[in-house]
């Protein structure tokens, strides 16, 4: 059953929590492309918001960055699995993200049961990065 209040509803946004939110940024803008498309700190709650992505919040979806000022290295659970991005070439995209220092986590290649072929990268907080194959975008 749809919940008729919610047929025009898109994703906006995923949020993380990150320790270094400089790292981040840089993982995600200088490695992955995205672009820093807004930064502002709370120093009432003592946290930090940025959304990357790769288009305007209006018609994309980003992901939010938070980052409380004093908080130790995020323990990530075992229920986030990963954030998904769809390449041309994900061969070349490893390649390169390696060159760059990137830990690339899985190689490459063509999923266990199917034909996708998929890799995996870690952003500086350990989240898992998926990079999928596709023919056009």
Partial sequence: MTIPALSGARMLHTMIRVYDLDKSIDFYTRLLGMKLLRRKDYPDGKFTLAFVGY???ADHTVIELTHN???EPYDLG???GHIALGLPDIYAACEQLAA???KITR???PMK???THIAFVED???YKIELIQK???
Wanted: charged share 15%; no cysteine; aromatic share 8%.
């Fill in 55 to 57: 288009g305007d919040e």
């Fill in 69 to 71: 000022w004093d908080h």
């Fill in 78 to 80: 075992s229920g986030f």
């Fill in 100 to 102: 760059a220092g990137a």
């Fill in 107 to 109: 190689a490459p290649g």
């Fill in 113 to 115: 049961h199917g034909t």
């Fill in 124 to 126: 500086p907080d350990g």
């Fill in 135 to 137: 023919a056009t975008l």
